[in-house]
């Protein structure tokens, strides 16, 4: 077993490096304008991520009054509520435009996984608090 363990880490570290070489390469031989519009991507989406992550313990005292209410409507609708305005976050910072059916796909894959970490974190949160 310990063999399997080590053929499969090798294996596994040599394609890892596979992959950073033609990463390099491939970022090399881009044109300006292509690595340009990369780059002012990974800008809004790492500005979005830190928001979602950031969002629900920015708003402590409102989790805090809707986990008073115990009730689970209050909490899907602040849940629902802090979901939305991600996604609209999310649409603004590419300005409203998403021209293909892939940047409508990662928006939503986006809202999803914004949602659930909403979700949980709320839930969490609101135990903490009580």
Request: hydrophobic share 60%.
């Given at each position: 077993m310990e063999w399997l363990k080590s053929v499969t880490g090798k294996i596994v570290?040599?394609?890892?490096?596979?992959?950073?070489?033609?990463?390099?390469?491939?970022?090399?031989?881009m044109d300006p304008a292509?690595?340009?519009?990369?780059l002012s991507g990974t800008e809004r989406i790492g500005l979005w991520v830190g928001v979602v992550?950031?969002?629900?313990?920015?708003?402590?005292?409102?989790i805090g009054r809707v986990a008073r209410l115990e009730s689970n409507l209050a909490g899907a609708v602040l849940v629902g509520a802090y979901t939305l305005a991600e996604a609209a976050l999310l649409a603004?910072?590419?300005h409203w435009h998403l021209p293909t059916?892939?940047?409508w796909t990662f928006v939503a894959l986006g809202t999803l996984v914004a949602g659930v970490?909403?979700?949980?974190?709320?839930?969490?949160?609101?135990?903490?608090?009580?």
């Amino acid at each position: 077993m310990e063999w399997l363990k080590s053929v499969t880490g090798k294996i596994v570290t040599a394609l890892t490096v596979l992959a950073v070489i033609a990463g390099a390469i491939s970022w090399w031989q881009m044109d300006p304008a292509t690595r340009a519009a990369l780059l002012s991507g990974t800008e809004r989406i790492g500005l979005w991520v830190g928001v979602v992550l950031l969002w629900p313990w920015a708003s402590l005292p409102i989790i805090g009054r809707v986990a008073r209410l115990e009730s689970n409507l209050a909490g899907a609708v602040l849940v629902g509520a802090y979901t939305l305005a991600e996604a609209a976050l999310l649409a603004w910072l590419f300005h409203w435009h998403l021209p293909t059916v892939t940047a409508w796909t990662f928006v939503a894959l986006g809202t999803l996984v914004a949602g659930v970490y909403n979700l949980l974190i709320c839930d969490w949160i609101a135990e903490i608090l009580e």
